[in-house]
């Protein structure tokens, strides 16, 4: 099967012309994707507190108080190294304190 050069031509020009004016937009998407699963654990800390504070306190039989610091360490590590990465503000920290929540929480 021969495509004629002129359909080429234009998906080609079709592609420049997508490419020329989603550039700006690509770089933010691709931090909220890397970012996204760092995001929504995050909130859900955040929106599930109570939960989440009884879960580690059951499983690790750690007290409250132990369970209630190890939560707010990932809250405010995970949201907060994700606003880092995305306002591009000590991106290197921001993904030293994302490793470290990972570590932190030995999955």
């Known amino acids: 099967m021969n495509i004629p050069n002129e359909y080429i031509s234009k998906t080609e020009d079709f592609a420049d012309q997508v490419i020329r004016k989603g550039k700006h937009i690509l770089p ?5 994707c890397l970012i996204a699963t760092f995001l929504e654990d995050g909130i ?9 504070r009884e879960y580690m306190n059951m499983s690790w039989g750690c007290g ?4 209630t610091l190890f939560v707010l360490v990932n ?4 949201i907060g190294g994700c606003v880092m990465v ?6 290197t920290i921001a993904c030293g304190i994302l490793f470290f929540i990972v570590v932190l929480q030995g999955k």
């Open 75 to 78: 809250l405010v590590g995970q």
């Open 86 to 91: 995305l306002a591009r503000f000590r991106v």
């Open 28 to 32: 933010p998407v691709a931090r909220l």
């Open 64 to 67: 409250y108080f132990l369970a």
């Open 44 to 52: 859900r800390m955040w929106v599930q507190w109570s939960e989440q």
